[in-house]
């Protein structure tokens, strides 16, 4: 059931956004040159997949968890995109294509090892990875390990369509802040 709604709520957001999401893409354009940002991600058992976002930061910045990344690599558009969450827009097509749903854990890099571990003990990676999730409205950041990985993991468990629709609309309101930029 949960992914018949992501394939509709995903389809919707991309039709629907489309005026905004060609905006975006025109601003990135004259921010970086280069508005799309892909990086290779670990998905459901624990397979990759390219992740697409909006560029926050400028172009050549170290490929690092973003706890991880200087503050200064952050274009303008990219601090307005990262506190409106607009950077995840494009993440609807991998909603879509099935390497993500809107609700589940946040995929992490492959050199987040720390995390790898924590997440592989509670079979976090069972589970689709999420555009929005239980840590991000509780502004729980890749930045603790195995805090992350708990709430993932009892994300997970109790996951139903209510839970489902309270992370998203806690998302769209405006709750957590977000992966933290040194």
């Known amino acids: 059931m949960l992914r018949v709604l992501d394939i509709f709520f995903a389809l919707l957001g991309l039709i629907v ?9 025109i601003l990135g354009m004259f921010d970086t ?47 307005f995109l ?9 993440q609807l097509w991998n909603v879509l294509k099935g390497d993500m749903s809107l609700v589940g854990p ?13 997440r592989q003990l509670r079979d976090v990676y069972q589970g689709r990875p999420g555009i929005t999730g239980l840590a991000q ?12 990985a708990i709430t993932d993991a009892n994300m997970l468990a109790s996951m139903n369509v209510l839970k489902y629709f309270k992370y998203i609309l806690l998302t769209l309101t405006g709750k957590g802040s977000g992966d933290r930029v040194s």
């Open 17 to 25: 956004g489309a005026p905004v999401l060609a905006l975006l893409f």
């Open 33 to 79: 040159g280069s508005p799309l940002f892909f990086q290779q991600r670990m998905g459901r058992n624990q397979r990759a997949f390219t992740l697409v976002k909006f560029r926050t930061m400028k172009v050549g910045t170290q490929s690092v968890a973003t706890h991880l990344a200087p503050a200064a690599s952050i274009t303008r558009l990219g601090s």
């Open 82 to 90: 990262r506190k409106t969450k607009l950077d995840e827009l494009p």
């Open 106 to 118: 946040r995929p992490n890099l492959f050199n987040q090892y720390e995390l790898i571990e924590q």
């Open 137 to 148: 409205v509780r502004g729980i950041d890749m930045s603790q390990p195995e805090k992350l």
